[in-house]
């Protein structure tokens, strides 16, 4: 029983970087994935590959393999699919980490919506779409719509509709990523849109990044393409200072990783468009937030979850810009210029292999790569990613 285990919910790629640190801690780490072939499997002690999706199936069958074992942890720290998993782990087993009930505040966009409704947490205009009735064209919203279904994340389903014409369609596609089969459609909220890295310890909420977000082209405005982590107004500043910390609290959420996205204009008016109680994928969680700050974020994590306090000290204040390399419908003939630079302050990394078939850019996830560079002022960001887009190439037939 002196051995400590932690559960991991999801073991792919994205949490890599959590399982590293866990087993550098000495920690004993119990993954559970649906896929056998998970990335992160190499690195657990026990791994469990079961539906995470079926959390009626899946908790008996982790129950099973945490009999007898000091189990002081369960986290899914990159994966919004682990979390209603690591929620039943966490109640089961007395842990500390969110709840069913918490849990489901922070993944869910309705339930979100509602919440900050009366909290005085600033959001836009919204109806739902139920699956069992048909969309009323008497919803009273004004176009620019955004339809998402309210429990999915990384953009799928997510589209922009302009007029009424487009809207059934935009809500078919949408229903279709639902597992609750709901829509929510929402008035657009203008200005910049911005990814914020956090981290949460008995309730004060450090801000580590705030990053203006880039949009791939053609996909209207729905699918990530760059993070700008760079100078911004004292207004655009200030209204996310106070508006994630109140996002966050109004749900109940206390300790732990926070990934939230929010629009700001630059008079300082705007609102949320949703927060996450896990980190950013694609290396945002796991090399991103330390490459801007220098605060190790993964460790802070798993320290915490485990109960310890952790300072919160940001040692290396850069200004930074992450570019994400979007795909486009073919097979990856080759990549090249990835090795090639002999800088700390440029990582480039590939997402795929030569040989492998991708789709186009239709949400987060059809990424072919990203790099990421930083420098003490922003014309040196601008240089730095001017030099490494150009020598990194994807050549897709």
């Known amino acids: 029983m002196d051995e400590r285990w932690i559960v991991f919910v999801t073991c792919g790629r994205w949490q890599r970087s959590g399982l590293a640190v866990a087993k550098s801690l000495g920690f004993k780490i119990i993954g559970v994935d649906g896929d056998e072939y998970a990335q992160g499997r190499d690195l657990v002690d026990q791994f469990l590959c079961v539906d995470i999706n079926n959390v009626e199936q899946a908790w008996p069958k982790v129950a099973e393999a945490v009999v007898r074992k000091q189990v002081v942890a369960s986290l899914s720290i990159c994966s919004d699919a682990g979390m209603p998993l690591v929620a039943v782990i966490n109640e089961q087993l007395g842990l500390s980490g969110p709840g069913i009930e918490l849990t489901h505040a922070l993944t869910n966009k309705l339930m979100q919506r509602r919440i900050w409704e009366h909290s005085g947490v600033a959001s836009p205009r919204y109806a739902v779409v139920d699956g069992d009735h048909p969309l009323s064209s008497g919803h009273g919203l004004s176009y620019p719509l955004i339809v998402k279904p309210v429990d ?13 014409g487009e809207l059934d369609v ?7 990523f639902s597992g609750s089969r709901q829509v929510i459609i929402e008035e ?21 990044s705030m990053s203006r977000k880039g949009k791939v082209s053609g996909t209207n405005g729905t699918v990530a393409q760059s993070y700008l982590n760079l100078k911004n107004s004292s207004t655009v500043s200030a209204f996310i200072r106070d508006q994630i910390p109140k996002a966050y609290a109004a749900l109940g959420y206390r300790d732990g990783v926070g990934h939230a996205e929010i629009i700001v204009n630059e008079d300082g008016e705007g609102g949320l468009v949703e927060v996450a109680g896990r980190g950013g994928g694609f290396n945002v969680f796991g090399r991103y937030v330390q490459f801007v700050s220098g605060f190790d974020l993964p460790r802070a994590v798993i320290l915490r979850a485990v109960g310890e306090s952790v300072p919160v000290v940001m040692t290396a204040p850069y200004y930074a810009a992450m570019e994400f390399f979007p795909s486009t419908k073919g097979v990856v003939k080759s990549i090249s210029g990835m090795e090639s630079f002999d800088d700390d302050d440029i990582y480039a990394e590939s997402f795929v292999v030569p040989g492998q078939h991708v789709g186009g850019a239709i949400s987060d996830g059809d990424r072919l790569g990203c790099v990421m560079v930083r420098s003490r002022t922003v014309e040196g960001v ?13 050549k897709v037939e």
């Open 152 to 164: 999915s994340a990384g953009s799928r389903g997510v589209s922009k509709v302009f007029h009424e």
């Open 170 to 176: 935009a809500v078919g596609a949408a229903m279709g």
């Open 188 to 208: 657009v909220i203008e200005g910049d849109e911005f990814a914020v890295e956090v981290f949460i310890q008995n309730g004060e909420c450090e801000i580590l």
């Open 382 to 394: 601008m240089d730095k990613m001017a030099l490494a887009k150009q020598r990194i190439q994807f």
